[in-house]
Every structure is written in C-alpha cells, then in structure tokens.
C-alpha cells in the first residue's frame, strides 16, 4: 500500500484558495448608509422614534419643515441593516415604516430621503428619484 504525501506547498494553496472563496463570498467592507426624514407636513409637528436592533436613534419632535437624519455603517456580509421607525402627528394619526433597508439601498445610492406628507410617507434618492408608499399611509389615532 502506498502512502499518500501531500507537500507543505500544496496546503497553503488548498487553504489560500478556501480563504479567498470564502471572501469572495461574503463581502467585508461596509458602506456608509444614511436617512433622512423631512416633516412636509403643512400644520402639525411630527414626533418620531427610530431604531435598528443595535441602534437606538431616540425621540425626535420634528416641526414643520424640519428635519432629522443620521448616518451608519451597513453590516458587512449576510445580515441586513434596518432601521424603522414610528410617527405619530397630532392631526393625521400615526405611522410606520422601514426607513432603511440594507437588501434594497443599493438603488438609494445607500441614501434614503423620506417626506413625511399629508397623505402618507414618501422616499427619493439622492437624484430625486421618487417612490410613493401608498402602504404606509396615516393610521386613526385611539
């Protein structure tokens, strides 16, 4: 029976080839995300909660024609960032929303620009591209 030898040179090669499908895989450099979430409101301040499962933004009072926003590194890899958050305006109800989603921000540029209007929640990228959410419209108050 003859016995098998591998060289020394061979296995850093089988395992360099490993380390590299494994990278190739799944991509380590994060990029830089961002929301921004503008009360177009015309009468009523809107008082907004964000979070992701890490991040907590906090309680934001926005009043007419303000705005919040805040920025983030994407998770590297298989786990997806989110962020959503709860809107509640004293003359429309309240309201719900993923405000980031890592699996779609590629088409925002990483960037997401949110409306808060009369008739619900609007979001655009950077090039002013708009996308109406007519799921997310104001919900009655109790």
Known sequence: MRKLVISNKLRVGVV?????????ARP???????VYIENSLPTSEVTAI??????DIGRHDIAVGDSISWSFRNNPGWSET?????????????????????????????????FVEEDGVYVQNQYGIVETLP???????D
């Not at 360099?16 to 190739?24: I, K, Q, S």
């Open 50 to 55: 964000c979070q992701s499962k890490d991040d």
């Open 28 to 34: 380590t450099i994060s990029t830089k995300g961002s």
């Open 82 to 114: 989110l962020f959503w958050c709860d809107l509640n305006a004293t003359d429309y109800g309240v309201l719900s929303f993923d405000a980031y989603r890592g699996k779609k921000a590629k088409i925002y540029n990483y960037h997401y620009f949110w």
């Open 135 to 141: 799921t997310m419209s104001w919900g009655k108050l």
């Open 16 to 24: 360099l080839a490993a380390a590299l499908l494994v990278m190739a």
